[in-house]
């Protein structure tokens, strides 16, 4: 054998369980996270491709087989009344709440960062509603608005009002489901926009005191500016989040009376499973996904702009 040849050989052979063992460190990340891939490929992925395939056909649960028919699903659901409606009861739904629980949440916020007596405890009350389950701010405020007993009513006859059977008219309705909205989700606003009160930086605001400018002028000028990108993302957590309510409308309004509630997350679901109707949910859900991604990257690049 050529001495040549054999020492190529030994020198391979020696770097070979190096090599080997390098493999294996580069491996080891992917390894790790496989578990979780496979959770997310199981979960997550195949449900979204899989929902989507059955929105282009005719599948029912109630009935055998089914057919494609394309962007049929999509065209009924934009020339659907009732889906239309749902559609614009979530968006007044959102806009309502969000800009109650803005307004209400600054001001906390505002007043709490003045530090007054017992300001601590009081902080700690507010943040009390987020802690609650949706399904359990339901029947609160289910209680709180029933005509002959609630705590609401007996306080407009205290004050010489009959108060209205809240969740048996359309307007009173959609308020009510909304106030239980604002009570459970102002407490995020506050935390949120109290946390970026007291990060802003005490020169720039000395220095407004100083050159004589007012608390309001002060406020529109310097203060909200400066939180502009922790406004838009709380703003963009919540709109996503107001988006997908089901549980409290669900207990309270059932999305009653008539379909005054009835927001797209309670319309997809009654489609999906009490009506078996798979494809129509299906492709629902995906105008709503559609419409919820177009809004959140309006909200990101705006963000964006802020900085």
């Given amino acids: 054998m050529n001495p040549q040849t054999s020492q190529l050989g030994s020198?391979?052979?020696k770097k070979s369980p190096q090599q080997r063992q390098r493999a294996y460190k580069s491996l080891v990340p992917y390894l790790l996270l496989m578990p979780a891939l496979l959770i997310l490929v199981s979960l997550i992925i195949y449900p979204l491709i899989y929902s989507l395939s059955k929105s282009f056909t005719d599948f029912n649960l109630g009935m055998p087989g089914e057919?494609?028919?394309?962007?049929?699903?999509?065209?009924?659901?934009?020339?659907?009344?009732?889906?239309?409606?749902?559609?614009?009861?979530s968006v007044l739904y959102s806009i309502f709440a969000i800009f109650c629980e803005l307004?209400?949440?600054?001001?906390?916020?505002?007043?709490?960062r003045q530090r007054f007596f017992a300001s601590g405890v009081i902080t700690v009350l507010l943040f009390l509603p987020m802690m609650v389950?949706?399904?359990?701010?339901?029947?609160?405020?289910?209680?709180?608005f029933q005509p002959d007993f609630s705590v609401i009513n007996g306080l407009l006859l205290y004050l010489g009002i009959d108060g209205p059977i809240w969740l048996q008219h359309p307007i009173t309705a959609l308020m009510a489901v909304v106030i239980a909205d604002i009570w459970q989700w102002t407490?995020?606003?506050?935390?949120?926009l109290l946390a970026g009160l007291l990060s802003l930086p005490e020169e720039i605001l000395e220095a407004a005191k100083v050159d004589g400018a007012s608390g309001w002028r002060m406020f529109w000028s310097i203060t909200v500016p400066l939180l502009a990108p922790l406004i838009l993302v709380v703003l963009l957590i919540r709109l996503i989040d107001s988006f997908k309510i089901f549980d409290p409308i669900f207990v309270m309004t059932n999305g009653g009376p008539g379909e005054a509630t009835q927001v797209l997350s309670l319309l997809i679901y009654r489609t999906?499973?009490?009506?078996?109707?798979?494809?129509?949910?299906?492709?629902?859900?995906?105008?709503?996904?559609?419409?919820?991604?177009?809004?959140?990257?309006?909200?990101?690049?705006?963000?964006r702009k802020t900085r």
Wanted: no cysteine.
């Fill in 103 to 112: 307004v209400l949440g600054f001001t906390a916020a505002i007043l709490l």
């Fill in 67 to 89: 057919q494609f028919i394309g962007l049929q699903n999509f065209i009924l659901a934009f020339k659907d009344a009732t889906f239309l409606n749902s559609l614009k009861v």
């Fill in 11 to 13: 020198i391979i052979s």
């Fill in 272 to 303: 999906g499973l009490p009506y078996m109707n798979i494809s129509y949910a299906s492709a629902m859900s995906y105008i709503f996904l559609i419409l919820m991604t177009i809004t959140t990257t309006l909200l990101i690049n705006q963000l």
């Fill in 133 to 144: 389950t949706p399904v359990v701010v339901g029947i609160i405020w289910l209680l709180m």
């Fill in 187 to 192: 407490p995020f606003f506050t935390m949120v």
